[in-house]
């Protein structure tokens, strides 16, 4: 069996919990928890014949109080940058964690996700800023928790793309 450590990264209030939470039991829940350090999840998956284990880091979401700390990270095979399309201020929180977790981790598979698709009518976060991410090689999808839209290729995706980088590695 192999285990693999993903990260979820980015500002309070971006979904990060909620994500987990619709991949790991395929729930949804309108009530707002704050994340308090870190939550672990697991879930069990078998891609490409091999079984896996995905070890799901949630992370106490960035803001003006709370900071990522760069020992949470350590030993993660990938990481997910979560950003509320609903507030374009978590966009550049997003990225800022990105050049943090590339520091710690060097170069491991990541995904952006633009989260709360379910609300694109409300979106800040516009078309432009996207197709810039996409310009710098960011994986990049759009998923909502609360229909479970994206969710699940999220997590599969990001897990092949670990499984490759580990035979390209040797």
């Known amino acids: 069996m192999i285990q693999k450590k993903i990260c ?7 979904g990060k919990t909620s994500l987990v939470t619709r991949f790991v039991k395929s729930i949804y829940s309108e009530t707002y928890f704050t994340t308090v350090g870190v939550k672990v999840e697991k879930k069990a998956l078998t891609i490409d014949g091999e079984d896996v284990t995905l070890m799901l880091w949630d992370l106490a979401g960035k803001d003006a109080v709370t900071e990522v700390k760069p020992m949470q990270l350590r030993g993660a095979s990938g990481y997910i940058l979560v950003v509320d399309g609903c507030r374009a201020s978590t966009l550049e929180t997003a990225i800022g964690l990105q050049s943090l977790a590339e520091a710690e981790l060097g170069n491991v598979p990541f995904t952006c996700v633009v989260n709360k698709a379910d609300l694109r009518e409300s979106w800040q ?22 229909t479970g839209e994206g969710v699940e290729a999220l997590f599969e995706g990001l897990a092949v793309r670990m499984l490759e980088e580990k035979d390209d590695r040797g």
């Open 125 to 146: 976060v516009d078309a432009a800023a996207l197709e810039r991410l996409s310009g710098l090689g960011w994986t990049l999808l759009l998923t909502s928790a609360k």
């Open 8 to 14: 979820m990264v980015g500002a309070f209030g971006v």
